[in-house]
């Protein structure tokens, strides 16, 4: 794909290095663009239908049960992500996280705090939240260098 005649390429990954003692633990994340082997494992839950008077149908997005099914698939879906994201660091292992068991992924957060602090925890999320999603910083950034490079042209 190309834009304004210049090849996008693909994904970069975000880069944390986080030093503990005399190692470098250097973390990588890349953008996830394929949620569907997570779609194949975790079916997005639908909501029940209520049936109005007259015998028209309608999803009762309300159901205690559909909103407790929802956030558990929400939050396998970030945990998923996470860990679909974190592969691009080298030899990284989970030792209680198996990636075809949806139910284990959530235990990516708890082997990252027996090893990491609050804060380099945060920050090893933030690589895969940046990687996955621009954040308003990198927007602005790039917005100036843009009018920037636009007042430029005009004043030549």
């Not at 082997?37 to 205690?64: N, Q, R, S, W, Y």
Request: glycine share 6%; net charge negative; charged share 25%.
């Amino acid at each position: 794909m190309k834009m304004n005649g210049k090849i996008i390429e693909g994904p970069v990954p975000e880069v944390i290095v986080i030093p503990k003692g005399e190692n470098e633990f250097v973390f990588k994340a890349l953008p996830v663009l394929d949620f569907a082997p997570f779609e194949e494992l975790c079916k997005t839950p639908v909501a029940p239908t209520i049936v109005k008077k007259g015998g028209e149908t309608f999803p009762d997005f309300d159901d205690k049960g559909y909103n407790e099914a929802l956030t558990a698939w929400a939050k396998k879906k970030n945990a998923w992500t996470v860990m679909t994201s974190l592969k691009a660091t080298t030899d990284l292992e989970w030792e209680t996280v198996v990636e075809g068991d949806p139910e284990t992924w959530p235990n990516y957060l708890t082997e990252l705090q027996k090893i990491f602090a609050d804060a380099e925890v945060s920050l090893i999320l933030d690589i895969v939240y940046i990687a996955n999603g621009m954040n308003q910083k990198k927007i602005d950034d790039a917005t100036k260098r843009f009018l920037a490079g636009q007042g430029q042209d005009q004043n030549t």
